[in-house]
Structures are given as structure tokens and as C-alpha cells.
């Protein structure tokens, strides 16, 4: 079963439309994946950053937004992972209304190692590549 | 000459990475759109929202990050229109930062007329499609 | 016991200086009464706001930081009720990192009760001032 | 006359009962601090931060809300100093609404000067407390 993180639709998160502001759908990918990097990396976002200095920036993101979330909504986010290069990950998001079975909203955000330090490319190191490799899509 | 909105990267606009918080590009985006309304079409887009009831979300989106925006950053969002459909206009983007030639990053973002009260489908109308053929980049 | 809300700080709530930014604590507050609605009043905040018209806007606020929070904190934000008055609450909020027992951040947020139609204001209704007295601290 | 930056509403700052969320006014009081720095200091913000180190952290806050911002709203945030203690400064902030007289928000702000590299108390630097001293209101 792929990975999903379920989070809630907040009242700051709605816009003069009436519903979700775009960007907070990228808010939600990434804490999505952080959540993903706690249950099924193993290891908190947080640790990688701060103790491994090990950073993923978005360098390329695609998304469709193909309903509207509304106030109140529940939402789940999966998780998968389409590619694993040498220093970058292609992650897919599916943004799911809790009970439906078509997504809202679909995204895509390739992320690249680097050194936080330095901010150059860094590989994707083994114990991520190991974590990573039961989520690539087939 | 493009429409270019200059705008500042904030002190809440970075991220534990110390660069730009990547769902903030497509904040910078929409703001550059709303600057673009006002400038460009001679109508704020408040005013389209409120007053004329069509409301224009986003339904896709690209993004390209090739360097990273740090705090004291300050840029233009260059706004390109690449196509006026029926009832959707395709929005380009183009950051640099203040004086270099080369962007940081681009965007593509197509939004869809609504109707802001039945959110259903809804043709351009003739005032924004007049207004915004002179920026569709060729 | 009071109620709490458990709550992770999260990747884009990082300002420049390596903190949690601090208009964040306001959001985290707002999202506490969000989860106090649903848990302890029994009714969504999308409800009362989406159903029955009532909003609850802030009008005047306190906060105090004592420690800052950092990426990867949990924290539970105790929500308390010091008076309830004809069409106002005063909401005392204490935000502690999880397993600590002296709170980082203390906040008192005073709502008004409108009516969300006229922006009026409006008694609290019966069925909130009922859920609400078991969280009056004496 | 006091420093007063002008701000535009956007239209993600906007909530679902249809006004600012109140925490993007403490986001306002702190892009309007950003501007003050660049206008009055006669040093950006981020060069306090980036290249002395200097991180100024909020400590203490009260805010009123006394009529509620819409989408489309330009306002002028005034800057005010009331107390320069020896590290840390009590800004005072009128949010006024272009062409109004009377604030729509007040808020204050008072915020501690510490080492960023350390995070200990660090004393205002006399650079800051000259360029301060004109703007503390009596």
C-alpha cells in the first residue's frame, strides 16, 4: 500500500475564492513527504536537515489541480516515488478528498541532494536509497 | 517591454534550508498576476473577483527552480501570457533576480474562468481577453 | 484536563533567524480552537462558520515567547477559555513542546461573535456557551 | 512624521470568513519593520541578520483589531519606537487603511536582540540605537 499522510483543510489555508490557495497544495506535498520521511524513512526531515546536513530542494514541480478543496475538508496525501536518480528523487503526489477514490489534485516534484552546507549536489545516501526503493511505482 | 512586478523575498519567506520556501515561488506568482491586473488589464483583480464574480484558479502548473532565492533577494516576475482559450488563459512566469539576465526560476500556470458563485466554466470575457492579447508572447 | 492539541512544526513555519517564524503561533493557535471545535464543542469550526453563519473573529490578541521552537519540535497547545461574555470569548492558549512541562509560548486571543452575512455582531450562540463552560479556568 | 510602509492585501491573505487572517497582520508588522530597516536604519534587514549576525526575535505582543481588512485593501503601516532598552526595542505599529484616519489594527511588538549564533541576549548595537532614536515616539 503506498503511503499517505492525512492532514486537514485550515481556515487560514482558504482564499478570497472560497477555496484552497494553489501554493498551500504545495505546502501540502511537503509536509506530506516530511510526514513520509518520519513513517517510512525512518528517520524525521528535520534529522536529515540538521544532523546530516543533507538538503532536498525542488528543482521542477508539474501539478493539476482538477477539483477544489473547500474549508473543512479532509484530505489524504500519497506518496510515491516514479524515479531515484544519483542526487535526485521524482516524487508523485495524489491528493484525495478522505473517502473518494478520484484525486483532487495530482503533483509532481523532482528534489536534488545537496549539501547544505556548500549547496552543491550531493548523492542521495544509501540508507535513503534503501528506504526510498520500496515506494518506487512500477 | 513585458510586464515585470518587482517584489522583495520576505524574512518569513525562508525556510529551514535557508532559501526560499518553494510553495512561496507560486505566492510570488499569483501576487505578480494580481500586480499585472492592476498595471495591465486597468482592473485590480479584487475588483474582478468581487465585482464581476469570475474567479480564475489555477488548474495546472509548472515550475523550474535553477538557483535559489535567499533573504534580501529582490526581484521582478516577468508575466507572459502563451495562450488565451476559450475560458482558460496559460500564464507564464520568469523570476530574476533584480539586475541579472538569467532567471532563477519559471512558471507556467493555467487558470480557468469561473463562475465565482456556481464555480462552473466561463468564458473570458471580451474587456480581459482585449487586455491581455498585447502580452501574448509569440 | 485541559484540552490539547498536538501539532508539528513544520519545514516552511522556519524564518531566516532558524525559528519558528512568530505570526506562525498565531496560525498554531487558530489551528488549536480548529481541533478544540471539532473535539470538545462537538461541532467543526467549517460548520459553524459554513452552516450556521457564526465567525469569530480575533480583536485583540496577547502573546508571550519565552523559547523560540525549531524545526522538528512537537508541541501540544493547551486551549483554555477565561470568560465568556455576551458575544465575546477570551481564549488563553499555552503551547509546550511535547514532555515539557513549562509552556515556550502563552497567548490570550479574544473573539468576537458576528454574524458572517452583515458582519455583525452576535451572541455566542446557546449551544457554544454550553460546550464552551466546562473550559472556563477558575 | 513616523515611517509608514504601504502594503497591498493579497489574495492569499484572505480567509474563509472573507477577511485578512489575523496572523498575516503580524506577517504586515514585520514587512513593514523589514521596510523600516531599509528606509530609516539605512540597513536591510538581512544584512542585520546575514552579516552582523543580529537576530532581533519578537518577545512580547499585543494587537487590536478594530475593523477587519478586505481583498483589494492598500494600507499604511506606521512604525513607531516607543522604548530602547539596552537589548531590546518596543515597536509600536498603526495599521491604517490609504486615506483613512483612523488605524483599522494597532499592535506592539516588542522584540529582544540576541546573538544568532548563539541565540543569548545581545545589547542593541549603537549603529541601531542612533538610527532608532529618531522615531521613538513621546
Not at 516530511?34 to 525542488?58: I, K, N, Q
Not at 536534488?112 to 528506504?131: E, M, V
Request: a negative charge; glycine letters at 6%.
Amino acid at each position: 500500500m503506498p503511503y499517505r499522510a492525512r492532514l486537514k483543510v485550515r481556515f487560514g489555508d482558504i482564499d478570497q475564492a472560497g477555496v484552497v490557495y494553489y501554493p498551500r497544495f504545495l505546502h501540502y506535498f511537503h509536509v506530506a513527504m516530511e510526514e513520509f520521511f518520519s513513517a517510512e524513512v525512518g528517520m524525521d526531515y528535520a534529522r536529515v536537515l540538521l544532523d546530516h546536513r543533507f538538503g532536498f530542494p525542488a528543482v521542477h514541480l508539474e501539478a493539476e489541480f482538477r477539483r477544489p478543496l473547500r474549508y473543512g475538508d479532509e484530505i489524504d496525501v500519497e506518496v510515491k516515488v516514479a524515479r531515484i536518480g544519483e542526487a535526485s528523487v521524482d516524487w508523485r503526489y495524489f491528493v484525495y478528498r478522505v473517502g473518494e477514490s478520484e484525486p483532487v489534485a495530482l503533483g509532481q516534484v523532482v528534489t536534488a541532494g545537496i549539501d547544505l552546507d556548500s549547496f552543491t549536489s550531493r548523492s542521495i545516501p544509501d540508507w535513503l536509497r534503501s528506504a526510498l526503493l520500496p515506494h518506487v511505482q512500477t
